[in-house]
Nanobody
Framework: VQLQASGGGLVQAGGSLRLSCAAS????????VGWFRQAPGKERDIVAA????????YHADSVKGRFTISRDNAKSTVYLQMNNLKPEDTAVYYC?????????????????????WGQGTQVTVSS
């Protein structure tokens, strides 16, 4: 499985972006996936997560009500819809998959729960 994150860019505060995490390989549909972000000088933090089927999701408090994670397993893609973006959302966003626990119905909150990472996409929100 290879993960390709895309959709980042420069947007004004209050704007929207949709990130995509596209995977090669049908096995992606049985992996839970998370979106993380890392701002300069800061640790990598969980943004949102989704289980393999899409029946369970998690959103960090800082993005709850503004961001929505979803997935289309037929397209082997996980999305992160980001609305009402704020300057503090500026970071490199990474998607990650947990290949070690296929079919796990839970979501993963910690980066150590994921063993496969995409290359990251930059999101910059101007004030």
């Amino acid at each position: 499985v290879q993960l390709q994150a895309s959709g980042g860019g420069l947007v004004q505060a209050g704007g929207s972006l949709r990130l995509s995490c596209a995977a090669s390989g049908r096995a992606f549909s049985i992996y839970k996936v998370g979106w993380f972000r890392q701002a300069p000088g800061k640790e990598r933090d969980i943004v949102a997560a989704i289980n393999f089927s899409g029946s369970r999701t998690y959103h960090a408090d800082s993005v709850k009500g503004r961001f929505t994670i979803s997935r289309d397993n037929a397209k082997s893609t996980v999305y992160l819809q980001m609305n009402n973006l704020k300057p503090e959302d500026t970071a490199v966003y990474y998607c990650a998959a947990d290949r070690r626990n296929p079919g796990d119905p839970t979501v993963g909150y910690l980066d150590r729960e994921y063993d496969y990472w995409g290359q990251g996409t930059q999101v910059t929100v101007s004030s």
